[in-house]
């Protein structure tokens, strides 16, 4: 579309004429602020719980689950040494034989979202797909936070839809 | 043919006082736009449209992404 607009308004007259390549999911993907409507409302980074527990994959089960229990979350988040997420346990995995090491545990690959979702849309998602948490992640896979399912419907009170979900494009 | 540019180079545009216009429908300019952006939907860059650019200054069009 940016092309086709600019290649227009060349036609229209206009000299210096620049086309933004990455448009406005790169600007978001990137961190930068945005003005307007969903600026004023949270969005999943927001809500996202960073203090979340992290592991590595040669980590013991049974240590990474009282790591997870003493923050309050039955849940943690496997990452590499620049926290980009390898995988994910939840409840589920954490109740598994405590011997194990974490990459025979874990759940591998989940999928992660971006910081800029905003937090209806993602409270959507997870009810649809019966999500209890989801790592929240930077465009380059590091570790934002962990978004509870709760925390984002709680969230997402009063929070109308948008006009363009952003999920679809990142997932 | 305008020139496709990068995020690097749109902030060193702006600051040397480029305009930027979102060409996506109205509804998505209002949920979210780069700063300081202004609202010019593709359908809408005509002769009435174009009247309220800036002819002086560069000029940045950008849409959702690379399409």
Same mark, same amino acid.
């Given at each position: 579309?940016?092309p086709?607009?600019?290649a227009?308004l ?42 979340v ?15 997870a ?103 | ?29 209002? !949920? ?5 952006? %202004? $609202?010019? @939907? /593709?359908?809408?860059?005509?002769? !009435? ?5 800036? %002819? $002086?200054? @560069? /000029? ?8």
């Amino acid at each position: 579309m940016a092309p086709r607009a600019a290649a227009r308004l060349e036609t229209l007259g206009f000299k210096d004429v620049f086309h933004y390549k990455g448009g406005k999911l790169d600007w978001m993907a990137s961190g930068q602020l945005t003005e307007g409507e969903n600026s004023k409302r949270p969005r999943a980074a927001d809500v996202a719980r960073n203090d979340v527990a992290t592991c590595r994959l040669d980590d013991r089960l049974g240590d990474v689950r009282e790591r997870a229990h003493a923050t309050g979350l039955d849940a943690a988040v496997v990452v590499d040494a620049q926290r980009v997420v390898l995988g994910l346990l939840r409840g589920a995995e954490l109740a598994k034989d405590p011997d194990l090491t974490i990459d025979r545990a874990m759940r591998p690959g989940p999928s992660t979202f971006r910081p800029y979702v905003p937090i209806k849309e993602m409270a959507d998602y997870m009810d649809k797909h019966n999500l209890e948490s989801s790592p929240i992640t930077t465009s380059d896979g590091k570790l934002v936070g962990l978004l509870l399912h709760s925390d984002a419907r709680q969230q997402a009170e009063g929070c109308p839809d948008c006009a363009r979900p952003m999920i679809q494009t990142v997932l | 043919m305008a020139t496709a540019i990068d995020r690097d180079r749109v902030q060193q545009l702006v600051d040397k006082g480029a305009q930027l216009v979102e060409v996506l429908p109205a509804k998505e300019y209002e !949920e979210d736009h780069l700063p300081g952006a %202004r $609202s010019v @939907p /593709l359908r809408q860059i005509n002769q !009435e449209g174009a009247a309220t650019l800036d %002819r $002086s200054r @560069p /000029l940045i069009v950008y849409c959702w992404d690379m399409a």
